[in-house]
């Protein structure tokens, strides 16, 4: 279930169907798709946000690294609009890959993913 949640959005991230049909164009899809995922894959989230977990895994120390790198570098210049927008967007970012962490385990899942 989890895995089968993770590849529609992946799909909606590659197919993006608001450029395909006028009529949903504006429709918030991908929120939809990644807030479905996270309500599915909670308790897969949880255990990599834990110190040790993070301590572990370099990739995953590398990707709130440059979190927050990102803040304090629109800190520093003070533009807190740049801030918010950068900090929602790269958030998104986060959360799919702790999705495809979580959820994409084996190698068959990722030669599905493939």
Do not use: H
Not at 33 to 56: D, G, Y
Not at 79 to 84: C, E, I, S, V
């Amino acid at each position: 279930m989890q895995f089968a949640a993770f590849i529609i959005l992946t799909g909606v991230i590659l197919v993006r169907p608001q450029e395909l049909f006028i009529e949903i164009l504006g429709w918030p899809i991908y929120n939809l798709a990644i807030l479905a995922n996270l309500v599915i894959s909670f308790l897969l989230l949880l255990p990599q946000l834990s110190w040790t977990s993070i301590k572990s895994r370099p990739t995953t120390a590398l990707v709130f690294g440059i979190f927050i790198a990102i803040i304090l570098s629109q800190m520093w210049q003070r533009d807190l609009d740049a801030l918010q927008t950068c900090a929602d967007d790269f958030s998104r970012v986060i959360l799919y890959y702790l999705l495809l962490t979580g959820t994409v385990t084996t190698t068959g899942r990722l030669r599905s993913l493939m």
